[in-house]
Antibody, heavy 119, light 104 residues
């Protein structure tokens, strides 16, 4: 089955760290860019970061650059998001997505994992 | 930056619904449309402005005029009440603010 499954969400204190993982299956992982998209409670979608097929190109939204790091393990067909210096406005459901290419839409989404930043 | 309008609309089954998205600079045709229902992940409807994603009903269509993009639902069905987002994929990625389609 073609799917993405995110894990790693939870409650973390402001200033803390969390690592999200996304396991991909059912397709040729190395053919695709991968992204993380988040959605704060009751709010719209915000693209967070993406990574190319071999991990050599990475891009971030300004609000997370320098705090978050996207990476991938092609052997394990997984993509991760290391989140440091977390703030309250990072509270959101984080979705992992598959992108066809550098200019492509997200044609496959995971179910999302909730990150709550609170003391 | 993507400016999506309206932020919400009320419609009835069978209505023709139009949602627009304006880009602040050229994005060529790298504009995508998604549908999201409460508690669910978004679903890709249309990519590159007007190409229907596989499995999406033909009542959904997209068009482009310069930096203005339109999503049209030709005859609204009960399962179409949801929130719709545009997204540009030309310069990294940016989503519009969303349009909630509600029952009139």
């Amino acid at each position: 089955e073609v799917q993405l499954v995110e894990t790693g969400g939870g409650l973390v204190q402001p200033g803390g760290s969390l690592r999200l993982s996304c396991a991909a299956s059912g397709f040729t992982f190395t053919d695709f860019w991968m992204s993380w998209v988040r959605q704060a409670p009751g709010k719209g979608l915000e693209w967070v970061a993406n990574i190319n097929q071999d991990g050599s190109d990475k891009y971030y939204v300004d609000s997370v650059r320098g705090r978050f790091t996207i990476s991938r393990d092609n052997g394990q067909t997984s993509v991760s998001l290391q989140m440091n210096s977390l703030r309250g406005d990072d509270t959101a459901v984080y979705f992992c997505t598959r992108d066809g290419g550098t200019l492509s839409a997200a044609d496959l989404w995971g179910q999302g994992t909730l990150v709550t930043v609170s003391s | 930056q993507m400016t999506q309008s309206p932020s919400s609309l009320s419609a009835s089954v069978g209505d023709r619904v139009t949602i627009t998205c304006r880009a602040s600079q050229t994005i060529i045709s790298y504009l995508n449309w998604y549908q999201q229902k409460p508690g669910k992940a978004p679903r890709l409807l249309i990519h590159t402005a007007s190409t229907l994603q596989s499995g999406v009903p033909s009542r959904f269509s997209g068009s482009r005029s310069g930096t203005d993009f339109t999503l049209t639902i030709s005859s609204l069905q009960p399962e179409d009440f949801a929130t719709y987002y545009c997204q540009q994929s030309y310069i990294t990625r940016t989503f519009g603010q969303g349009t909630k389609v509600e029952v009139k």
